[in-house]
Structure formats: structure tokens, C-alpha cells
């Protein structure tokens, strides 16, 4: 593998041309036997890998494709974006998943509302400088706007206690984004403020959780009277819940893009193994031949494809208005139920032989081919940035027009 990009990208009207580019360089700069070197790494080797992988890209133009060029991204056409996101998952080229929050949820909430001098963390992001979020909390989860950490202004810091928990990389991160109640007495969605939290400083304490899939990708934040300077405020006070919208929106976006086409991929390998994967009790015929596992498997191929469409739709709408709106709930609801129908019908495909420990490697993506432990994780997402039941209270009220549900 060279270890230095020989091309540099850039936004072109010759789309062709950049695809065609794009799959030589590929062809050059993904790493043989990347799975395997990650299955038996440490969290420090984890870690320089994903250094080494953002280095590559960066130096390509493709690490920040969906920054805008003034800000040192690539500044690619939302169609561009949408093919250098195709050609990745096809060359199975790994991208550095501790960076994922820094380059889309946090640049995006720092370029829509940073100062100068908050916006100097962009470039120390593209060197590899890597963050997490501090919103949900232990009570406060699909309802993000009752948390209770809370952070009082005194002079010229805050001063910050509670708890956030599922924190995705925390304990590879650097910095943390902090949603924190500033006026307790305010109603509970303006009375929250967007601080930046050097994790390093006193009164932070980090404890990694262990998940089903025996990976450590979460981590619980405690905080006793940590000290953050008005300087690294957000914004203006209370006006945090505003600019969280920012980071989840960002989060909704640019993960669909990525995720759809690794859906897609999925299901083209699911189908290649079903046609030498014997079923039945006698094992005489392959899983393709069978009429029920091919007709789930082309529902599923259908949604993949819905999905594709609705993740375009929604992010051009975000790159026209700022805000992710109503077919967010849409989108998230739609794939997290797909990945969970398509990650079980390979399991069910595979018997027994799925239930083999092959040490799955750290922060692979959602549809790694290790059918067992992606369908673990795909319940994750029926959880995770809202839960599915609370998707569908939004589409309920705010598409078909349902009554509200009665306030507690």
C-alpha cells in the first residue's frame, strides 16, 4: 500500500470522470487485510489506525468532501458527496469511525455557530483531533430536553455537575460538546446552553460501557464541579437547544448517506451467499432457491431503496433550510427497522454457523457481514437518536395530524 495519495480530488461537473478516479485511487490506497489487523487490535491501535486513514483521505481532498471549501473541506456538490460516499463502501476503503462525530456533527455546529475563535478547532480536526457528544443522560434520552446536568455561571466559567451516558468514542476523545442547563427555572427547552468540554479537565471521570457485542464504543461521563470557560459557550446563554438541532441534523445527514449504500452492499452480499448456503433439514437446496427467503430478501432490497431516495430528499432539504424537519423520523425509522430485518434474515440464513465467535473488531460498520453481532447492534438503532416509539408519536402528530398524547 502507498502510503501517500498521489491525486487530490476536487469538485468537478465530470462526475464520470471523478468516479472513475476515484475507484484507481481506491484501488491503491484501501489496505489489504484491514479487517483482520483491527480484529486483534488495542484501543491505542485502534486509534493510530483511524489517525493513518484520515491522513490518507485528507490528503486526497476527501476526509471533509461536505465542509465548505472556506473552512478547509472539500467543498463537493451534494451529488458529488453522494458518489465519493458510493465508491468508499464499494472499495470497502475503512474510514476513521473516531473522527465521524468530529468531521460531521461538530463542524457543522461550529461552522453554523462558532466564533473565530471556536472555529480553530476545524482544522485541528481535520489533523485528527477527536470529539464526542454530551447529550443524552440517564433519564433523558429520547427526551433530550429534560436532562438535568446542570451548569451555573459564576464569574467567568461555569461550573458544570451531572451525568451524560452513551457517549459514542469519549474515551478517545479529546473534547466533548455539552448540553447543560444553565436556567433551571426557564421551560425546559430554553433554558439550555452548548458548551465545548476539554475532557481533561479536573472533575471529568469517563467509564467505558461493555455491550452484548463485548466492544466498549459508549462511554458514561460524570462530572463534579468541572470548571468550562464562558469563552467555550456556544452561542448566546439558553439558546443551546437551537443549535443542538445543528449537530443532530448533521448527524441525520451525513450517517443516511453512508449507511443507505452500505445497506445496499449488504444486501448484494446476502444474496451472493444464499445461492451456496444450504437450508432445510436435509440441506438439499440453497437458501435462493427457496421462495419465502427470496421474497424477504426483495422487500428488503425495496426498502433499501425507498430509503436511498428519502435520505436524498432529506438532505437536500437541510442544505436548503438548515433543519432536518419531519422525514428525519421518517428516514431514521425506516432504516433502523430495515437493518434489523435484513441483519436477522442473514442469521436465519446462516443457522447455527452464525453463532461462531469471530472476534468482531472494534467500530466496524453496521453491516460488517458478521451477521450475529450486527443483528446485536442493530437493536441499537430502534434506541438510539430517539427511539423508534417516539419517531412514530412525531410522524403520528406532526403528518397524519393525530391528536397529541396527554402531557404527564
Known amino acids: 500500500m502507498t502510503s501517500e495519495p498521489t491525486s487530490v480530488f476536487a469538485p468537478t461537473d465530470d462526475h464520470e470522470q471523478l468516479r472513475r478516479d ?18 486483534t487490535a488495542t484501543k491505542e491501535q485502534f486509534r493510530a489506525f483511524n489517525i493513518r486513514q484520515a491522513r490518507t483521505l ?11 471549501a472556506v473552512h478547509g473541506g472539500g467543498g463537493f456538490s451534494f451529488r458529488e458527496q453522494i458518489l465519493i460516499q458510493e465508491e468508499l463502501v464499494r472499495a470497502d476503503f475503512p474510514q476513521p469511525r473516531l473522527l465521524e462525530i468530529s468531521l460531521a456533527h461538530i463542524a457543522a455546529t461550529l461552522i453554523a455557530h462558532g466564533n473565530e475563535e471556536q472555529r480553530a478547532h476545524l482544522p485541528a480536526i481535520l489533523d485528527g483531533e477527536i470529539w464526542c457528544q454530551g447529550f443524552s443522560e440517564p433519564d433523558a434520552g429520547s427526551d433530550l430536553a429534560s436532562l438535568r446536568t446542570r451548569a451555573e455561571h459564576r464569574g467567568d466559567v461555569y461550573v458544570v455537575n451531572g451525568q451524560k451516558i452513551w457517549s459514542s468514542y469519549a474515551d478517545h476523545a479529546s473534547w466533548c460538546l455539552l448540553l447543560a442547563r444553565t436556567d433551571p427555572d426557564a421551560p425546559k427547552h430554553r433554558g439550555l446552553s452548548l458548551l465545548m468540554l476539554d475532557l481533561d479537565a479536573p472533575g471529568v471521570e469517563l467509564r467505558p460501557i461493555r455491550q452484548a457485542t463485548g466492544t466498549e464504543e459508549f462511554s458514561e461521563i460524570f462530572l463534579t464541579d468541572v470548571e468550562i470557560p464562558v469563552a467555550h459557550r456556544l452561542g448566546e446563554e ?14 441525520r445527514v451525513f450517517n443516511t ?17 444464499a445461492r451456496h448456503t444450504p437450508v432445510g433439514a436435509d440441506g438439499g437446496r440453497a ?8 421474497q424477504d430478501l426483495a422487500a428488503r432490497a425495496a426498502e433499501i431503496e425507498v430509503l436511498g431516495l428519502l435520505g436524498q430528499h432529506l438532505a437536500r432539504g437541510v442544505e436548503r433550510t438548515g433543519e432536518v424537519g419531519v422525514e428525519g423520523s421518517l428516514v431514521k ?3 433502523s427497522e430495515t437493518l434489523q430485518k435484513l441483519t436477522g434474515l442473514a442469521l436465519r440464513m446462516q443457522g447455527m454457523s452464525a453463532l461462531l465467535d469471530q472476534r468482531r473488531e472494534f467500530a466496524t460498520t453496521w453491516t460488517s457481514g458478521h451477521w450475529m453481532i450486527d443483528h446485536l447492534k442493530s437493536w441499537n438503532w430502534t434506541i438510539a437518536a430517539g427511539s423508534n416509539e417516539i419517531q412514530r408519536t ?5 403528518v397524519l395530524g393525530l391528536p397529541r398524547e396527554p402531557q404527564q
Open 22 to 39: 476515484l475507484r484507481d485511487w481506491l484501488a491503491v490506497h484501501t489496505p489489504d487485510g484491514w479487517h483482520e489487523e483491527l480484529r
Open 58 to 68: 485528507r490528503a486526497a481532498g476527501l476526509l471533509a468532501a461536505h465542509w465548505p
Open 238 to 251: 439558553n439558546a443551546g437547544w437551537r443549535m443542538a438541532q445543528t449537530t443532530l441534523a448533521a448527524e
Open 257 to 273: 448517506l453512508e449507511l443507505q449504500a452500505r445497506l445496499a452492499m449488504a444486501a448484494e452480499e446476502i444474496a451472493a451467499q
Open 287 to 294: 437458501a435462493a432457491d427457496d421462495t419465502a427467503f427470496r
Open 333 to 335: 425509522l425506516l432504516y
Open 394 to 398: 412525531i410522524i403520528g402528530e406532526r
